[in-house]
């Protein structure tokens, strides 16, 4: 009886189960609201079935087939997913086991975004930490309601029952910064990457969808590829002997897996032999497609807008796309207020760094997201009331109540500097507040070349002052490699092109598990090999040192060099590799080769004795280092010329051009000045310029040109026709150090249309000084030439002294007469001169030879002629018979 009673309840069980899988796997089991980007694809619909062929033996019984032979294993729902406890409370979960947006509670929104603040007195100015003025509201300005002074109305959003807007994003692994497809060896069986996650948002649901390959040769029943999220399990692919290839394969992941920053890491477990198997045989490999995908969907949380949060939302560290944020000009008037906006942008800038920014520029805010809202006098309350001086406050944005608008207002223009001065320098100080009134900080003056960016040339530099120290040791199968990234100006200069001493303290293990012979370390630097050492030495000396008393074992120090043929102006990495094998013992006997590899912090980079000099123009210089303006950290010798009315696109690219500079240097643009083109009066001469336009906007800024080679007339532009009024170079050029690239012709003269220039030249107002000028027949051109600067495919092209954009296509020349900036001493520059005209020297050098022998005859003569003539005492003396 007891029998049968357990056959009915495990009858009844699986009806059951089978009726609720029926329900799930129906369409309405998976429908979810509006969404940000792409559904779900129908290969990556967790409830899509899949052939045969694409199941992982492993896989979730629930992606398997109708037909399909029953996989042993636990049972799990259709979606694969198990069940696990909500993290929203004690709300049940769905039969899923993931919230669905219907499932969700009402956001809780703070008690601020929904109704008005107790009044408070008005702030004085002076204060530092302010409260909200009367009737201020967080998140509601009165710039945003037509009935100016009322109190805003709350979205009735949770009324509706309407749950957080839901994204869902798809992402390969060649998106996330894989470089290309993972290959996992025997030595080598574990490979990662890092998916990162807003910090405003939490996974609701989350998908891999794999494709790759695992060798032929492998045993199936003691091989596999195995999935892991921040070290919980995800999936298992198994070889098929049939068929070397899987994918596409779909593993659901639990969302309570999931962190901020997620590692994701493949375990390759391969054996060709039942008995031992060698880690370095050519047949242990798995390889993980770049192109496999990355499914996650995210709700957003409810937004906390306080100014001790900044940078977020703003900005999140974890996340390395491009950084996207619009600015809002309520009171868009001629160039007022693009000061601090750029200001705003470079700080925004300088923390992006290599990821890129696009700053699009508008009247309105934007109909979702985040924004930063710039003018003079906004109303920080519903009631109106203007600010009391420098001001920064947070709110929601009016068309969408899960965005935030950063706002930076003031009385005046100045107010407005003083508060975009405060947010760059000491967003961190602003306090746990929403609103506050601010007053200015205090900056030391900058020194040329002391950019944070840039590693310092009048002092060693130890690795630990450019990177951090976990950063500097490796640990796994050989060979590994530390990256040291570094920045350098450009205009560096060696003299005979004499290298840059590097002293590295490396440490390594004892040599008893690894091959002495062929160990090395080597050294490269930007791709580029440079030296190799031996890790391992036979000396006696060194023996004898391993077993002294408080010596450190395994510690090495190497004396290296960088070629400075070798270095960028800009971004340049050191590449350290540890190339070593572990000790074949023979058949069936394990083999340790987990080695462990160290770089110490203090190593250090020695590139004094240099001198800043350099030849221009070179358009790459300011690709790679916004050179020469970034000679300033805060661009304090910098000019940028606008057209006096710019829109909105104009608007943009300066923004963007703000937030490269802020990259460049890491440090915010405060020194720049602004200028019309259509009245230079108020242009500082003795200042490098950036000129950026549209071509009929240009004006008198064309005049900036008259240095350069070449012309703009119209809509077209032209390799001018110089004459000897113009200067004797242009007569007299090399047409070979010239160099054109690209089949550039000297009768150049073409349309610009739909397409974008960056010209370079000398200042037509003081020697030494550089004119940059980006131009473009629409704003929209502006925008693609100043994204070239930060695109690594296209930064090859950006050379010479003129760059032309015709859609993904760039051309540059190289025509203009050169000029130098900087200083070397008057020895270095006579030998210089001399180098470059070797006729000269050799003329030099026999006229030299000449002087010195008709000087030395001429010595020679007058020393015989004053010994004959000398006389000595009782030389005339008669001699004594």
């Known amino acids: 009886?007891?029998?049968?009673?357990?056959?009915?309840?495990?009858?009844?069980?699986?009806?059951?189960?089978?009726?609720?899988?029926?329900?799930?796997?129906?369409?309405?089991?998976?429908?979810?609201?509006?969404?940000?980007?792409a559904p779900y694809e129908v290969p990556e619909h967790p409830s899509a079935p899949l052939s045969p062929s694409d199941v992982s033996l492993n896989a979730p019984a629930g992606h398997a087939p109708t037909g399909a032979a029953a996989i042993p294993g636990p049972s799990v729902p259709a979606t694969g997913r198990p069940a696990t406890a909500t993290p929203y409370g004690n709300a049940p979960l769905p039969p899923s086991g993931i919230p669905q947006p219907s499932d969700l509670p009402p956001p809780a929104i703070p008690a601020s975004d929904t109704m008005q603040a107790p009044p408070a007195p008005a702030p004085a100015p002076s204060a530092p930490v302010m409260q909200p003025p009367a009737g201020y509201a967080p998140g509601y300005p009165a710039t945003s309601y037509p009935n100016a002074g009322q109190a805003p109305q709350a979205p009735a959003m949770a009324d509706t029952g309407l749950a957080q807007p839901e994204i869902t994003r798809t992402l390969t692994l060649r998106d996330l910064g894989v470089p290309g497809p993972m290959t996992l060896r025997g030595f080598s069986p574990l490979q990662g990457l890092d998916i990162p996650i807003p910090a405003d948002e939490v996974v609701t649901r989350a998908q891999i969808v794999l494709d790759g390959a695992l060798s032929p040769s492998l045993l199936p029943e003691a091989s596999s590829l195995t999935v892991t999220l921040n070290e919980q399990y995800v999936g298992t692919v198994q070889v098929d002997p049939k068929n070397s290839r899987f994918g596409p394969l779909v593993f659901d992941i639990d969302p309570i897996f999931f962190s901020r920053l997620n590692h994701l890491n493949f375990q390759f477990a391969g054996e060709y032999r039942r008995d031992c198997n060698d880690l370095h045989n050519g047949v242990l490999w798995a390889r993980v497609s770049d192109l496999s995908k990355i499914i996650v969907t995210t709700v957003k949380l409810p937004p906390v807008r306080r100014l001790a949060h900044l940078p977020?939302?703003?900005?999140?560290?974890?996340?390395?796309?491009?950084?996207?944020?619009?600015?809002?000009?309520?009171?868009?008037?001629?160039?007022?207020?693009?000061?601090?906006a750029g200001i705003v942008a470079s700080w925004f800038g300088k923390l992006a760094d290599f990821r890129g920014t696009s700053f699009p520029a508008?009247?309105?805010?934007?109909?979702?997201?985040?924004?930063?809202?710039?003018?003079?006098?906004?109303?920080?309350?519903?009631?109106?009331?203007?600010?009391?001086g420098p001001t920064v406050f947070e709110a929601a944005n009016p068309n969408d109540r899960w965005g935030t608008i950063l706002v930076v207002t003031g009385r005046n223009q100045q107010d407005v500097e003083i508060a975009a001065r405060v947010l760059a320098f000491s967003s961190d100080t602003l306090g746990d507040v929403p609103y506050r009134v601010v007053s200015d900080?205090?900056?030391?003056?900058?020194?040329?070349?002391?950019?944070?960016?840039?590693?310092p040339t009048d002092r060693v530099v130890r690795f630990g002052d450019l990177i951090a120290e976990p950063d500097l040791q490796r640990q796994g199968g050989a060979p590994l490699g530390i990256y040291v990234p570094f920045r350098l100006p450009p205009d560096l200069f060696r003299w005979k092109q004499h290298s840059y001493p590097v002293k590295l303290n490396v440490r390594t293990p004892a040599a008893a598990a690894f091959e002495r012979e062929g160990a090395r370390f080597d050294v490269l630097v930007n791709n580029a090999y440079v030296q190799s050492f031996p890790l391992f030495s036979d000396a006696v000396w060194k023996k004898v040192e391993n077993?002294?008393?408080?010596?450190?074992?395994?510690?090495?120090?190497?004396?290296?060099?960088?070629?400075?043929?070798?270095?960028?102006?800009?971004?340049?990495?050191?590449d350290l590799s540890f190339n070593v094998l572990p000790i074949d013992r023979g058949a069936c006997r394990r083999v340790n080769d987990d080695f462990i590899a160290e770089v110490d912090s203090s190593s250090t980079f020695d590139f004094r004795n240099s001198y800043h000099y350099t030849t221009l123009p070179d358009l790459s210089y300011f690709a790679g280092a916004a050179f020469p303006f970034?000679?300033?950290?805060?661009?304090?010798?910098?000019?940028?010329?606008?057209?006096?009315?710019?829109?909105?696109?104009?608007?943009?690219?300066?923004?963007?051009?703000?937030?490269?500079?802020?990259?460049?240097?890491?440090?915010?643009?405060?020194?720049i000045d602004l200028a019309s083109s259509a009245d230079l009066s108020g242009l500082a001469q003795s200042k490098d310029i950036i000129v950026l336009s549209t071509i009929d906007q240009l004006g008198t800024a064309n005049s900036l040109l008259s240095r350069s080679a070449y012309e703009i007339s119209g809509q077209s532009i032209r390799l001018g026709q110089k004459t000897l009024l113009d200067g004797l170079w242009y007569l007299f050029q090399d047409k070979d150090d010239a160099g054109q690239n690209n089949n550039a012709k000297p009768a150049l003269n073409t349309p610009i249309v739909n397409a974008s220039l960056l010209v370079g030249g000398q200042s037509p107002y003081t020697n030494h000084r550089s004119v940059v000028a980006i131009l473009g027949d629409r704003p929209a051109q502006l925008q693609q030439m100043i994204a070239s600067l930060r695109d690594r495919q296209f930064l090859p092209a950006v050379q010479g002294d003129l760059v032309i954009k015709n859609g993904t296509v760039l051309t540059n020349y190289r025509n203009a007469n050169r000029y130098t900036v900087g200083s070397l001493p008057l020895w270095i520059r006579i030998e210089m001169a001399l180098e470059h005209h070797l006729l000269f020297l050799a003329f030099a050098g026999l006229l030299g030879t000449g002087v010195l022998a008709?000087?030395?005859?001429?010595?020679?003569?007058?020393?015989?002629?004053?010994?004959?003539?000398?006389?000595?005492?009782?030389?005339?003396?008669?001699?004594d018979s």
């Not at 205090?442 to 840039?454: E, G, H, I, V």
């Not at 030395?856 to 001699?879: C, N, S, V, Y």
């Open 854 to 879: 008709y000087g030395t005859a001429r010595w020679l003569r007058a020393h015989a002629r004053h010994r004959l003539q000398r006389r000595l005492p009782g030389e005339d003396e008669p001699i």
């Open 547 to 574: 077993h002294m008393p408080g010596l450190q074992t395994g510690a090495l120090t190497f004396n290296s060099a960088l070629p400075p043929w070798l270095l960028f102006g800009g971004r340049n990495q050191l």
């Open 362 to 388: 508008s009247s309105a805010f934007p109909a979702t997201g985040n924004a930063v809202e710039i003018g003079e006098n906004l109303p920080v309350d519903s009631n109106g009331t203007l600010p009391s």
């Open 1 to 37: 009886m007891f029998k049968a009673g357990s056959r009915l309840i495990w009858s009844v069980s699986a009806l059951s189960v089978a009726g609720w899988m029926a329900l799930t796997n129906s369409p309405a089991a998976w429908s979810a609201g509006s969404q940000d980007s």
């Open 441 to 455: 900080v205090t900056l030391a003056p900058r020194k040329p070349y002391d950019a944070p960016a840039f590693v």
């Open 312 to 340: 977020a939302p703003f900005f999140d560290k974890n996340m390395h796309d491009v950084l996207r944020v619009p600015f809002v000009f309520p009171h868009a008037n001629g160039q007022s207020d693009l000061k601090a």
């Open 630 to 671: 970034s000679r300033m950290a805060d661009y304090s010798q910098t000019a940028v010329v606008l057209p006096p009315q710019p829109d909105m696109g104009v608007t943009s690219a300066f923004l963007e051009l703000m937030g490269f500079l802020g990259s460049s240097t890491q440090y915010p643009v405060t020194g």
